[in-house]
Structures are given as C-alpha cells and as structure tokens.
C-alpha cells in the first residue's frame, strides 16, 4: 500500500547526521493549528532569496490573528520559504511552530487539526530543493526541513493508506497550480519516489510540461526527461505525451467552488425536487409489492441493529436502531465533536441515510435489500442508474429464491434499461427469469410469462438463462 510503502524510508535529500543540530539554539516554540488553509494558490515571482519575512507571520499568529497568519504562510510557503512550509504542517498537525515568541495555548485558537494537510506541507518541506530555489539556507532554513523530514515518518505512522493517498494528491495539487519550475520539482518526486510514489509515467509528463509550458520553460526539465526516457519503455512514453498534450492547469482559487447567489438557490432548488422524486420512487418500491415485510426494519435487522419483529410499524425500539444505524456513519468521523455526532442520531432517516442502509444491508446479502438495491441501480433512484449493478444485485437476491427479483430481472431482459451499462433485451433470459418468479409462486410473473410466448417466437425464447 502507498502508506506502508513510504513508512520504510526517509524521503530524499539531506540527512539528518550531515548537520550538528544539536549545537544549533532554535527559539522557542509555538504550539497550534490554522484551518481552512486553500490549496493550489497562484505562485508568487521569485527573484533570487528575496522573501517575505517569516517571523511577519509568527507574530500575526501569536497575537491571534489567525486568518492573517495563515494567509503569510501560505504566501511564503509558496513563494519558496521552507520555514513556512514546515510551519503549515505544524500547524494543521498541531505541532510546534519553530519561533523566538511565547507559546500559544492550542485549545484558544478553535482551529480544526487535518492530518492529510499537515503530512502534504511536511512532504514539500521534506523534499525543498535549495538550490532550485538559489537559495543559500541558513541553520533555521535547514532545521526546518530536517523536522519536516522527521515529522513525515512520524505523522505517516499514525495515518491509514487512504489519508495518505489524500496527502499526496494535495501535493499534486498545490505544485500543480505554480510555475514551471514547480511542475519539474512535481516530476522530480515522481521520477524519485521522493514524497510522492514512484512513477516514471507521471515523472516524464511534469517534465514535457515544465519544458514546454511557456517562454520560461525550464530548460533542467528537457534534460532530466532527456535521461529518464531511454529507461522507459515506448508505450510508457507515448502514455506521458498524450497526458501532457491533454493536461490542463487547475483553476485558480478564486474560480474554484464559487457561485452566484442565484446559481445556488437554482441547485438548492433542483436537489430538493430530484429528493422528493426519489423519495416517491423508494416509497413505491416498499409498496409495489404486498407483503408483510418493512424495507426498513428487514435492512436494520440484517445489519444487527434491530431485533424485534418486522410488522412495518416504526416503534421505540426501531428508532432506537435507527439512532445506532446513524451514529455508525458519523462514528469515525475525525473531523466532528461528540455533540456533533450526537445530533445526527434523530431516528429519522434522511433519504441519503436510508440510501445507504439499503445499500449496507444489501452487501450483507439481505435477499430483500439485495432486491431493492438493484431496482435503485435499475431506475437511478438515490444512486446513478446502471445496469451492470443493477443486474448484480438482483441475480444475487435471486439466487436466495427471491421471486421478485426474478421477476424483476425477466422484465429488464424483456424491456432492456436506461442509464449506463444498460441491460440488453435478451428474451431467452427474460423467459427463464418470468419463469422462475412463478414456480416461486409470484403470480404475476405468469401473466407476463405468457405475454412474451404470445409475442416471440418459440425458436427465439433459447438462450443463456443465468
């Protein structure tokens, strides 16, 4: 896995023995974490080492002024201070931020901690090129990517794969939207397995785009993919040409995710009517068949929340399975208080909650579930429609002797469905399906079984039946 595999080595660059940091006196340290810090700014010029003060935004967030504090590191970050890279991940990791001021009492500050952030800032301050940046270090320049260095190895350890994952795509992100001296770093960790997984695919498409971008194209990139190329082979080349040929640039942050009012009330107001569309839909599928199986407590009771009888009456004790049903979805959740957690459980099922406890109790193999899952696949309801799943999902229930979902099945294979994947008309199929349904005892089933030997000829009703 990604995770493990960064966990067995120390990314690139200096070692920690080539220094004696033990001799140095770093100041004091500043203990916190800025949240909402927006990816993938526009870089600032670069001319030389001239950069803005780091201490500049030290100061603003040991008086408080958060916003502006993560606006200067985020500007220097970019800019090419390593001081300020390292300070972002100290922050959102709540670490402690290297500085010549009194401590700041995280618990004041009401910031959110984001593991995948903090790990994204620590790999680019880990792999900091000095000289890329002609840029002579001082002591604090160099401590700060040796913390860097150390703290990635620490924070991955704590981390599962999948955050990782999500560290490393920022990383991407944020190289991604800079300059051409950028993108050839990006292509440098990739060609590495410096911070990011080795890649040579990706390593040579950041490299064509450094080198061609536009008239400052950095002629290092054309020779590192100069070298790179003769150990590739010919159909990995071409894959790097025509993802660099169909690349394009992130938007800037000011276009990212901002609407108008109007555009907001619009979509606010189309999501409400799609809601109460499938809504209705799902109502209908309870109802279409009559039975004295509840969807609701029969999907509860297959996921071990609920015990008592399945009579469709949504009592104490269903709510009560409800409530633990809704607080499994928010259980693990990092990102939210106890009290947050708390309020989602309201024994009320939201159409996405009742969406997704089909959905859970479906892969638990509940007949039923596995049934009305499929028709929501079929139909698009609460989910995209796809015949390929839908058929899954019901050939599964069907395989319990499900009636419906034979019945289900002969009519899709009758009639064929919409969406993606769709399901083709194959009437050997439908015939085998409408006959199963009726041994089983749906009744309906037989008049349509009947229909179709009306309708096709005997020769046509062979086939594949599964």
């Known amino acids: 896995m990604v995770g493990q595999k960064m966990k067995k080595h120390r990314p690139e660059g200096l070692k920690p023995e080539g220094f004696l940091l033990g001799n140095l006196q770093p100041g004091k340290f500043v203990r916190g974490a800025v949240a909402g810090l927006a990816l993938g700014i526009s870089a600032l010029a670069l001319t030389g080492t001239a950069y803005a003060d780091f201490d500049d935004a030290v100061l603003a967030y040991s008086q408080a002024k958060y916003e502006n504090a993560q606006d200067l590191f985020r500007r220097y970050a970019t800019a090419g201070d390593v001081k300020s890279k390292t300070a972002l991940g100290d922050i959102y990791s709540g670490a402690m931020i ?80 800079e300059s051409e001296f950028d993108l050839y770093r990006l292509g440098k960790m990739y060609m590495t397995g410096s911070g990011l997984p080795k890649d040579n695919v990706k390593a040579l498409q950041y490299f064509i785009l450094a080198s061609g971008r536009n008239t400052n194209s950095n002629s ?22 025509e993802r660099a040929a169909n690349w394009q640039p992130p938007l800037p942050e000011p276009y990212k995710g901002h609407k108008t009012p109007k555009q907001e009330e619009m979509e606010r107001k189309l999501k409400e009517l799609r809601d109460r569309e499938a809504a209705q839909a799902l109502a209908n599928i309870e109802t279409e068949f009559a039975n004295n199986d509840h969807l609701i407590q029969a999907s509860l009771a297959a996921l071990g929340y609920y015990l008592g009888p399945i009579d469709g009456s949504l009592g104490r004790e269903s709510r009560i399975a409800i409530r633990n049903f809704q607080y499994s979805l928010v259980e693990r959740k990092s990102n939210m208080t106890a009290e947050e ?95 199963q349904a009726v041994a089983l005892g749906y009744e309906p089933a037989r008049g349509e079984l009947m229909k179709l030997y009306e309708t096709v000829p005997a020769t046509d009703t062979r086939g594949s039946y599964d």
């Open 220 to 241: 290092t990139a054309t020779a590192t993919a100069g070298e790179l190329m003769p150990l590739m082979s010919k159909k990995d080349i071409e894959k790097a040409e």
């Open 98 to 177: 290297e500085a010549d001021i009194a401590l700041v009492d995280p618990a004041t500050t009401g910031i959110i901690q984001d593991k995948s952030r903090a790990l994204a800032w620590y790999i680019l301050a880990a792999n900091h090129d000095f000289e890329s940046y002609n840029q002579s270090p001082t002591w604090r320049d160099v401590n700060a990517k040796y913390r860097a260095q150390a703290r990635v190895t620490e924070l991955m350890g704590t981390m599962s794969d999948k955050d990782v994952a999500k560290a490393q795509k920022m990383v991407v992100t944020i190289l991604e939207a």
């Open 341 to 435: 957690k708390a309020q989602v459980r309201t024994g009320y099922l939201t159409l996405d909650q009742k969406v997704e406890l089909i959905r859970q109790a479906a892969e638990r193999k509940h007949p039923r579930s596995l049934y009305v899952y499929g028709i929501m696949n079929a139909k698009g309801i609460g989910v995209s429609a796809n015949g390929k799943r839908a058929e899954k999902y019901l050939k599964e229930s069907a395989n319990y002797g499900y009636a419906l979902a034979h019945y289900a099945l002969g009519v899709y294979y009758r009639d064929g469905t919409q969406g993606e994947d769709k399901i083709l008309p194959n009437v050997g199929k439908a015939t085998y399906h409408l006959g």
